[in-house]
């Protein structure tokens, strides 16, 4: 079937129907298909990525050779 042809078809469906759940359910389809990986993180994981964005932008960096020569790794 042609998608446009469908597309007309969903709308058609939509503009007829008269149950809040059914444009409830079709309002969370589209939410959970643009949702953001972001969102889905525990607040930990969130503070700490800000927390290294910050230490990023302040300059308290290391490089990997700083580190391997601290840790004595080669």
Same mark, same amino acid.
């Given at each position: 079937?042609?998608?446009?042809?469908?597309?007309?078809? &969903?709308?058609?469906?939509?503009? /007829?129907? /008269?149950?809040?759940?059914?444009?409830?359910?079709?309002? +969370?389809?589209? =939410? +959970?298909?643009?949702?953001?990986?972001?969102?889905?993180?525990?607040?930990?994981?969130?503070?700490?990525?800000? /927390?290294? &964005?910050?230490?990023?932008?302040?300059?308290?960096? =290391?490089?990997? !050779?700083?580190?391997?020569? !601290?840790?004595?790794?080669?």
């Amino acid at each position: 079937m042609d998608i446009q042809l469908e597309k007309l078809e &969903l709308m058609k469906l939509l503009l /007829e129907t /008269e149950n809040p759940s059914i444009i409830k359910a079709i309002k +969370k389809v589209f =939410h +959970k298909e643009q949702k953001d990986w972001w969102d889905d993180l525990p607040n930990s994981a969130k503070d700490g990525i800000n /927390e290294g &964005l910050e230490d990023i932008k302040n300059g308290r960096v =290391h490089s990997y !050779e700083e580190i391997k020569k !601290e840790f004595g790794w080669k």
